[in-house]
């Protein structure tokens, strides 16, 4: 999509499909609806008396209005004026991308950044308005026969309206916001790959096609044989289940200043993605119902990739390293099976009571093996436990560490981006219930507190550095009739690490 800014100062001439004016529920207008309520002598305020409650999320479509050269101008409600925000804005520019691309309108222009709102800035509006835009446009169609589902034109263009001294801020944002889309887009794809397509060798195509397309990237896949020499025999023992060969993909972003000789570099912050292409459960077996959702189970490492696109067309002054421990989770004669124990790349041996509790022995291999980057921070992404829904629904991922500066760090990046998280306790209490008789740790805890547990399982190996963890087993996708990815917490990484840059 191609984003621009427009810098007319007379509204009313814009010649456009479509026009959003924001409007608050208390009769307020935007400097940009009452431009337009003036040209259109009053047709707005009009409107705004009988039909429009201007609720938040609501929009409404004015058609061919006299005095306003727009085709359409569509009110987009802001809620009380009192209760503006950030989140409210954002929502806003979604309602109107998706009102653009159910439309079938091809170019459109947005006002609503140019109103003031509180803690976010123009670039940070025009950001949101990029990155909605950009997302609302996705469509998967990699899998249907006919590959244009249908010609209708989606939505190509898309420009912000602001004054010519707003220009190069907007510009900045609106760059950030589209390689956030990009970004998210890039994990939604994968997420909603059927897992006979996105296996473990495919997340590493993708990983290298990343790497050629960007000079910032470079890729490395390795297989089996070099997984063994690491000894990952965490991650080893729930790949032997599957036909499919495992993966571990490193993707490295190196800021393109930071390759002249004499400069001191910044320690990396490195990401770590569940990437489970399929989740049957091995031995412990899942039941039948819906099971197809887990080839979401690898959304983690897409929510890397996509990190790593992003990060990548930005441009960031940050090094960013992305570690995806990859492989299937099924039954068979090789299979791990409960009771069986293994040995990790740290050396602490692990009681397998449950193979479906295979995330996290998959990640605690790669977040060792982070060890050797001595890194600022190690974040790793996984739908990691069901248990996260329950506790969470769909609304926030997850949020665990112990370092308190990163967690509000990664919490206030999620409002930013809109694309929250929410913090849940990970105290050493919680530790006694991974005690096995057998090893030196169990890999399940029990029923209560089940994401909780499975952090503290993760914690046991990420003594040498600040670390956190998202659990987005509840926002990586959505079930249903809108079943698809959602591309989080894409969001939330990049505006974490342009936050560091
Ligand atoms: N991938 C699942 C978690 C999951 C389940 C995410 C459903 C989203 C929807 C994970 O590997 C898993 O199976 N976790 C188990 C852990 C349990 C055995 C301790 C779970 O949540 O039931
Ligand atoms: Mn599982
Ligand atoms: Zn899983």
């Not at 412990?284 to 992003?310: I, Q």
Request: overall charge positive.
């Amino acid at each position: 999509m191609e984003f621009s800014t427009l810098t007319t100062a007379s509204l009313h001439q814009i010649k456009t499909a479509a026009l959003a004016v924001g409007v608050f529920a208390d009769g307020m207008l935007t400097p940009a609806a009452d431009v337009i309520d003036r040209a259109s002598h009053g047709a707005l305020r009009e409107v705004l008396k009988k039909e429009f409650l201007a609720k938040a999320g609501t929009h409404l479509a004015l058609r061919k209005l006299e005095g306003v050269s727009a085709n359409q101008v569509i009110l987009i409600g802001l809620g009380k004026q009192d209760a503006y925000n950030a989140s409210v804005h954002a929502k806003a520019e979604q309602v109107f991308a998706n009102f653009c691309v159910q439309a079938r309108i091809g170019e459109a222009v947005s006002t609503l950044a140019a109103t003031e709102c509180p803690a976010a800035g123009l670039a940070q509006r025009a950001q949101a308005a990029a990155a909605a835009a950009g997302q609302a446009a996705y469509r998967y169609d990699a899998t249907f026969s006919k590959r244009e589902r249908d010609d209708a034109p989606r939505l190509k263009k898309f420009a912000l309206s602001v004054t010519r001294a707003q220009a190069a801020e907007t510009q900045r944002g609106l760059r950030n916001g589209a390689a956030i889309a990009q970004g998210a887009n890039l994990a939604r794809e994968l997420g909603n790959l059927p897992a006979n397509v996105c296996t473990p060798t495919y997340l590493g195509d993708v990983a290298r096609k990343l790497a050629r397309e960007f000079k910032s990237l470079k890729a490395e896949v390795l297989e089996r044989k070099q997984i063994e020499a690491l000894k990952m025999g965490s991650f080893l023992s729930v790949a032997r289940g599957s036909y499919e060969p495992p993966a571990f993909i490193i993707l490295k972003h190196t800021p393109p200043g930071a390759k002249g000789a004499g400069k001191s570099r910044k320690a990396p912050i490195v990401l770590v993605g569940k990437g489970i292409t399929f989740d049957a459960g091995g031995i412990s077996l899942k039941p039948a119902a819906n099971m197809d959702e887990m080839k979401y189970d690898m959304c983690g490492a897409a929510s890397v990739l996509g990190t790593l696109r992003a990060v990548a067309e930005i441009g960031l002054e940050q090094e960013v390293i992305g570690l995806i421990p990859s492989c299937e989770n099924l039954p068979s004669g090789r299979a791990n099976k409960p009771g069986d124990v293994v040995t990790s790349m740290s050396g602490q041996t692990i009681e397998i009571l449950n193979t479906d509790a295979e995330g996290r022995l998959v990640l605690c291999d790669a977040l060792t093996y982070a060890e050797r980057y001595k890194p600022a921070a190690v974040i790793d992404i996984a739908t990691l436990t069901g248990a996260c829904i329950i506790a969470l629904g769909h609304v926030n991922s997850g949020l665990f560490s112990k370092d308190d500066a990163l967690a509000d760090s990664l919490l206030q990046a999620g409002r930013q981006a809109n694309d929250t998280a929410w913090r849940l306790p990970l105290e050493d209490a919680y530790q006694e219930q991974l005690q096995s008789n057998f090893a030196d740790i169990a890999n399940i805890g029990g029923r209560p507190a089940g994401s909780v547990t499975a952090a503290c399982f993760l914690s046991r190996f990420t003594g040498a550095y600040p670390w956190a963890h998202l659990d987005i087993a509840g926002t990586a996708w959505r079930s249903g009739k809108d079943k698809g990815g959602t591309g989080r917490p894409v969001p939330l990484l990049v505006q974490y690490l342009l936050n560091q840059a």
